[in-house]
């Protein structure tokens, strides 16, 4: 059984194609590619989002302890 086409995917089919051309075998290879680029796609954001989230985490520990250690300069 087919697995969905992602979302997007899914509503441009609804809108673009007949239900005949949706079973067209090279439509349908077609469709497999576009919906393996929207989900690989996705993944990249997802990543990129958790790399960005890890890196504003680690700005801002080196941040804290630079106002830290400026502090204690200042008391110095």
Partial sequence: MQQPYHHLLEKQI???????QKYDPAVQKLLKLVDQA????????????????????QYQEILTGLHQQNELAKAS
């Fill in 14 to 20: 609804q809108n673009a194609l007949s239900g005949a």
């Fill in 38 to 57: 929207y989900r690989n796609y996705e993944t990249e954001q997802q990543r990129m989002e958790n790399s960005f989230k890890e890196c504003e985490k």
